[in-house]
Structures are given as structure tokens and as C-alpha cells.
């Protein structure tokens, strides 16, 4: 006698949930305005079809596969649709009043604190932006050369060694310890090392793992992120923008020293980032939280970025001999001409048309963000692709899904730096249909510097050095998360021509 008020507890609950379940099928299968849009089956009524999408690792490709099935309008969960045309980029990354960034992005960042990544307010982006947008211009990115021809010449030493070895190397990893020093080195005038300990000398690369996979999963629910950081914090579950927060701030208190003394020896030689920081600091203009925030994003989004995009590089032009032997005699022509310094210059680079258009097909093939670049539909709703999306709706455009797209690119997966090559006068084109380093008001800061850093390594690995891959048909076997990273192995060799 006494159960029954109980069960009647019960009862009422799992009607009241199969309820609620009966109406959200009923309203995604016949209210929903966009209903209409294709997509898998389930993920019309719940994220969990993305999430495990996500969980898989292939995140990238599956968009790609899903536009080329049904479409350029895509839907991924109830509330979050993929397009992947030029017409929705010009509309979603508009310049003027472009979509701000949706809620997806809070979770790449403490809850209670905004970074130049994940802020959403578009004003706030814009007043952060304006303060620091000086250090990443392309005239100041000239001002890192020095650092990077450091970092350079330690890579050419290790790849020596492992060349005389006949070493068989995870070259992905060599190159993510690479990304690492150099930009640690243009950041903060400091060599983590791990290029030459052949390790992660600081235990970051784990860190800024996590710290990119848990937006993933967390991203889709993001209400939950401050009560899920608050339990991790809780129970002491390791946090990595702490983690990353401690490194950054030690090296900022070692450089403090060493910016006082080359101030008063009036020693200009040093440009790093962090000295530019620190004379905006004593203008007023930047505060100490914010010298901290940006070196912690450059180590955060200018590493992996770079070693994947050169990862890729390297793997497609060692894959294809004839676009190795045409750099091959670009660069030997150059160099004998004298239009090129040893090492090379960003300027003298980028007048390299085979060069910039090997570097454009690379970032076609292989951008290093594998997401949709999430955006909110504003109050006004919009049209794209003969849909109306209501405000509040998900929209964003995968880079991946995009330059696969055959309307813009024929043979979209085949590698051939040669569609970026104008016909007649050979000079590279625009690369204004490619979404890899985003788009509008928040297309990468740090592209000048990314493009520094390749620019200068690439044409010294191949007057160089010959990647030796065992098996001719082996694949970048990537891993997609936020980024998608490759991981691959070779032997590597000093140059042969016997291309
Ligand atoms: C090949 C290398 C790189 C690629 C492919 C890349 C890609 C991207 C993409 C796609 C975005 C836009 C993300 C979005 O809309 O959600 C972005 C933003 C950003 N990137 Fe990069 N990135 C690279 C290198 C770098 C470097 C070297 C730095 C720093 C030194 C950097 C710092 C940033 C920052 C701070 C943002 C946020 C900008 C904003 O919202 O205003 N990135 N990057």
C-alpha cells in the first residue's frame, strides 16, 4: 500500500519524458522550419550523432562526405547546419556585420574569462583586436625573422643527424617540437628545447591536447562548461589553461629581467613579441593580464597549427615529384641568380610563385581546423541556399567541406599546386576562395606569422634534405579534433637529385 504514491512518482515521470520525447520527434519531423534541410537521421533530433561523429576522429572527412551526399546544406544536430559555399562564407564572414560567434566557443576558455579566440561580443572582440593586431601585421612578422632563422638552424642541425643515421623519424612530431621553439622563441624570446631533448621538455603538447579536445565534446553543450569546470577544479582533474598559464607566466617574469637590462643598454637587437608587449604595457595601453592571455594563445593556436599545415606540406610535395622537382628548380634557379639569401628571406619567399602556390594547394587540401567555424544566426534571420534560418540558428562553414567542394575546385582530391598558378604570366592567384585561416572580423591573427615560420623552413628542408617514405601509398593518418593533425613517419636523407 505504501509504494504506491511512489511509483506514482515514477509513473508520472517517465510519462512526463516520453512526453517530451514524442514532441521534439513530432516537432523535428513536421514543425522545424528548417526541416526540410538533409542530414543524417538522428541528427535531427539530438547532438549525439555529432558528438560521436566527433569521438571517431574523422570529423572533417565525414563533412566532406556529407556535403558531397547531399549537398551544400547540411545538418549536423537539431540546431547546427554545415553549408559549404563561397555565397554563405560572404554571407556568414561578412566583413560588415558578419554572424558573431556562437556559444560553441565558450568552452575554449576559462568560464569566468574571455580570450581573443572565444569572445563573442563583437565590440569586445574589436577593442581587444584593435590593441594588439600591431604585433601580428605583416610588417611587424619581418621583425621575428631573426627567431625563426634560430629555430631553423637547430632543425637543420637534428635533421642532419637523424639523415647520417639513416634514422627512421615521426616527422609530424619533429615538426609539432618545431612549431613549439619557434613560436616560444618569437613569443617570448625563449627556446623550449625540444627540438634538440627530442621531447616535450614542458609537458605542453598533452596540455594544449586536452585543452583543444574538450571544447569538442563540450562545445555542443555548452551550458554545462562552467558547472563541469567548477567539478574538475573540485576534484583536482587537471586543468590545462592553467597548466599553460603557469609556463607562460614564469617566462614573462624571467623576460621582465632581461627587458630591463636591454632597455638600459638601449639594445633594440631583441623584437620579440613579448618586448612589444611590454612597451604597450608602459604606454597603458596593455594590462598585465593581457601580456599573459596573448603569449598563452600563440602557444595555444600558432603551434599545432603551423606543424600540421607543414606536416601536410611536406607529405604532399614528397608524394608528388613532379611538383618537388619544379620547386626543386625554382628555388635552385633563384638561388643562382642570387634572388635568394641563404637562409632565405619571408620577402624573397613570397615572390616565389611555384612556392606560394604549393603553400595555397597545401592549405586547400589540408586546412588545420577541421570544424565548422561556428557562427550564430543574429535577430534578422538569413538566407542562404534558398533556406531561411531562423535567429538563434548554428550555421558555419567547414574549411575541409568547402575546398573539397567540386564547383570550386575540379579534381577537389587531387594535390596540384598548379590551379593556383596563372596561365600565361605564372604568377600565383588569389588565394581569396580558401577558408583555412578563417574569415571576416576573426580570420587568424597569427597568419603572417604562421606564414613567416613555413615560408622560410620549407625551401630549407628541400634544397636539403629527401624524405624517404617506406610504403609509396602511405597516408597522413590524421587525427581531427579542433585541429586535424597527421601523423606520419619517414627515413629522411641529405638531397639527391635523383628525384
Ligand atoms: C597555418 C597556421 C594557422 C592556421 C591554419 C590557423 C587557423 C585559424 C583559424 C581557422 C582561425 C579562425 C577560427 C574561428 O573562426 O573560429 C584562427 C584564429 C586565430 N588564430 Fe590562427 N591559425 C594559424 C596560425 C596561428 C598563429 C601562428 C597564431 C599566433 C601566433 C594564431 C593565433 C590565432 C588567434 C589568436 C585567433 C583568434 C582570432 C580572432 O578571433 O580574432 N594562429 N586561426
Not at 603557469?246 to 632581461?258: A, E, L, N, S
Not at 596561365?423 to 574569415?439: I, P, Q, R, Y
Request: with cysteine; aromatic share 12%; net charge neutral.
Amino acid at each position: 500500500m505504501e509504494i504506491r504514491p511512489f511509483m506514482n512518482v515514477w509513473a508520472f515521470l517517465a510519462f512526463t519524458a516520453l512526453l517530451f520525447l514524442i514532441s521534439r520527434v513530432f516537432y523535428h519531423l513536421f514543425l522545424n522550419p528548417l526541416r526540410k534541410v538533409p542530414g543524417p537521421f538522428f541528427a535531427r533530433f539530438t547532438n549525439l550523432w555529432e558528438l560521436c561523429t566527433i569521438h571517431r576522429s574523422n570529423f572533417n572527412e565525414k563533412c566532406v562526405e556529407l556535403h558531397k551526399k547531399y549537398g551544400p546544406v547540411v545538418r549536423l544536430a537539431p540546431n547546427r547546419y554545415s553549408i559549404n559555399t563561397i555565397d554563405s562564407v560572404k554571407t556568414i564572414y561578412a566583413l560588415r556585420n558578419g554572424f558573431p560567434k556562437s556559444e560553441w566557443y565558450d568552452a575554449f576558455g576559462h568560464p569566468s574569462a574571455r580570450n581573443l579566440l572565444n569572445v563573442r561580443n563583437e565590440k569586445d572582440h574589436t577593442t581587444r583586436k584593435r590593441l594588439l593586431a600591431s604585433l601580428y601585421s605583416m610588417s611587424t612578422a619581418v621583425h621575428y625573422e631573426e627567431q625563426v632563422n634560430r629555430i631553423n638552424k637547430i632543425l637543420t642541425r637534428k635533421f642532419r643527424e637523424y639523415a647520417n643515421g639513416r634514422q627512421r623519424v615521426t616527422m609530424t612530431k619533429v615538426l609539432q617540437y618545431y612549431a613549439f621553439d619557434v613560436i616560444a622563441q618569437i613569443t617570448m624570446d625563449v627556446n623550449f628545447g625540444m627540438i634538440d631533448a627530442e621531447k616535450d621538455t614542458l609537458g605542453l603538447l598533452e596540455t594544449i591536447e586536452q585543452a583543444n579536445d574538450y571544447p569538442m565534446y563540450i562545445g555542443l553543450y555548452s551550458h554545462l562548461h562552467p558547472f563541469l569546470f567548477s567539478l574538475g577544479d573540485f576534484f583536482g582533474a587537471p586543468n590545462p589553461f592553467a597548466t599553460l598559464t603557469k609556463i607562460v607566466d614564469r617566462q614573462i617574469k624571467i623576460y621582465k629581467t632581461k627587458y630591463a637590462d636591454l632597455k638600459q643598454h638601449s639594445d633594440n637587437s631583441c623584437q620579440s613579441f613579448l618586448s612589444k608587449l611590454f612597451s604597450l604595457h608602459e604606454t597603458g595601453q596593455v594590462d598585465r593580464q593581457a601580456i599573459s592571455d596573448s603569449c598563452g594563445m600563440n602557444i595555444i593556436a600558432g603551434s599545432d597549427t603551423t606543424s600540421v599545415t607543414m606536416g601536410a606540406c611536406l607529405f604532399y610535395l614528397y608524394h608528388t615529384p613532379r611538383a618537388l622537382k619544379q620547386l626543386r628548380e625554382e628555388l635552385d634557379t633563384s638561388k643562382a641568380q642570387g634572388l635568394i639569401s641563404d637562409p632565405i628571406t619571408f620577402a624573397e619567399a613570397q615572390k616565389l610563385p611555384y612556392l606560394q602556390a604549393l603553400l595555397q594547394e597545401t592549405l586547400r587540401m589540408h586546412p588545420a581546423v577541421g570544424q565548422i567555424l561556428a557562427r550564430s544566426v543574429p535577430n534578422t534571420g538569413a538566407e542562404m541556399e534558398g533556406y531561411h534560418f531562423p535567429p538563434g540558428t548554428e550555421v558555419g562553414v567547414n574549411a575541409w567541406a568547402l575546398h573539397r567542394n567540386p564547383a570550386l575546385f575540379p579534381d577537389p582530391d587531387v594535390f596540384q599546386p598548379e590551379r593556383w598558378l596563372e596561365e600565361g604570366t605564372g604568377s600565383t592567384k588569389k588565394a581569396d576562395k580558401l577558408l583555412a585561416f578563417g574569415g571576416g572580423t576573426r580570420t587568424c591573427i597569427g597568419r603572417h606569422i604562421s606564414l613567416l615560420e613555413i615560408n622560410k623552413v620549407v625551401p630549407q628542408i628541400v634544397q636539403n634534405f629527401e624524405l624517404v617514405f617506406e610504403d609509396s601509398n602511405s597516408s597522413l593518418n590524421s587525427r581531427a579534433s579542433w585541429f586535424v593533425v597527421p601523423k606520419y613517419e619517414c627515413i629522411l636523407q641529405e638531397r639527391s637529385d635523383e628525384v
